[in-house]
Nanobody, 122 residues
Framework: QVQLVESGGGLVQAGGSLRLSCAGSGRTFSTYAMGWFRQAPGKESEFVASISRSGGNTFYADSVKGRFTISRDNAKNTVYLQMNSLKPEDTAVYHC???????????????WGQGTQVTVSS
């Protein structure tokens, strides 16, 4: 059974940084694209970033472009989200997800982690 476990969330002041990690189980981690999504209270899930199987292609939501960086280490079955210059509007539960291609659509991802809370204070 595939498991994705996020970590690294927390409380940070505006302008600060956090690095999220998502550890996956199984030997086939490198054969899947990975994505990060976030959901704020009362809002729908929002695409944040995605990365191709090899890590050679990355995609970002306009709202995080230039501030967030997605990367992966297939030897460690882990994908990362480095978040810099955080803003209060980045506050949300962040989920990683596994998919066949690194799209922006939630329906293209079949396994999801439980999420990690990120709170940015002003």
């Amino acid at each position: 059974q595939v498991q994705l476990v996020e970590s690294g969330g927390g409380l940070v002041q505006a302008g600060g940084s956090l690095r999220l990690s998502c550890a996956g189980s199984g030997r086939t981690f490198s054969t899947y694209a990975m994505g990060w999504f976030r959901q704020a209270p009362g809002k729908e899930s929002e695409f944040v970033a995605s990365i191709s199987r090899s890590g050679g292609n990355t995609f970002y939501a306009d709202s995080v472009k230039g501030r967030f960086t997605i990367s992966r280490d297939n030897a460690k079955n882990t994908v990362y989200l480095q978040m810099n210059s955080l803003k209060p509007e980045d506050t949300a539960v962040y989920h990683c997800a596994r998919g066949w291609v690194p799209t922006t659509r939630t329906r293209d991802y079949d396994y999801w982690g439980q999420g990690t809370q990120v709170t940015v204070s002003s």
